[in-house]
């Protein structure tokens, strides 16, 4: 018997370009003019990050993220479901900054 067709992604996942590694550390996250909530991103990508958050972000919401031993990040909010939240980053990581980022939550 011969299967033919293609597997559902959603549009996020078919945009995503880039390589997401999980990470689990805390991080401060704030929208313009507000003050920094503290959130748990999830995993990170040169491109982007998840998160979990309180916080009700909507699409295309200019967002700044606190990751340890770094500048804020310039990101925008692409999608939420729930308390999870997909940002994509203005301006990409390094993928040394990436990977030193990884090595840090790894104890590596």
């Known amino acids: 018997m011969n299967f033919t067709g293609e597997l559902s992604m959603s549009p996020h996942e078919e945009a995503r370009n880039a390589q997401r590694k999980d990470v689990a550390m805390g991080?401060?996250?704030?929208?313009?003019g507000a003050h920094a909530i503290t959130i748990e991103v999830l995993d990170l990508?040169?491109?982007g990050f998840?998160?979990?958050t309180h916080l009700t972000l909507e699409a295309g919401s200019?967002?700044?993220l606190k990751l340890p031993g770094l500048e804020s990040l310039h990101a925008r909010a692409?999608?939420?479901?729930?308390?999870?939240?997909?940002?994509?980053?203005?301006?990409p990581l390094h993928p040394a900054?990436?990977?030193m980022l990884v090595r840090a939550v790894s104890g590596r």
Do not use: K, M, P
């Not at 991080?27 to 313009?32: E, P, V």
């Not at 692409?78 to 940002?87: K, M, N, P, S």
């Open 27 to 32: 991080a401060g996250l704030r929208q313009r």
């Open 62 to 64: 200019d967002v700044w």
């Open 50 to 52: 998840r998160a979990a």
């Open 97 to 99: 900054v990436l990977e």
């Open 78 to 91: 692409v999608w939420q479901r729930g308390h999870l939240l997909g940002c994509e980053f203005v301006r």
């Open 45 to 47: 990508s040169i491109t």
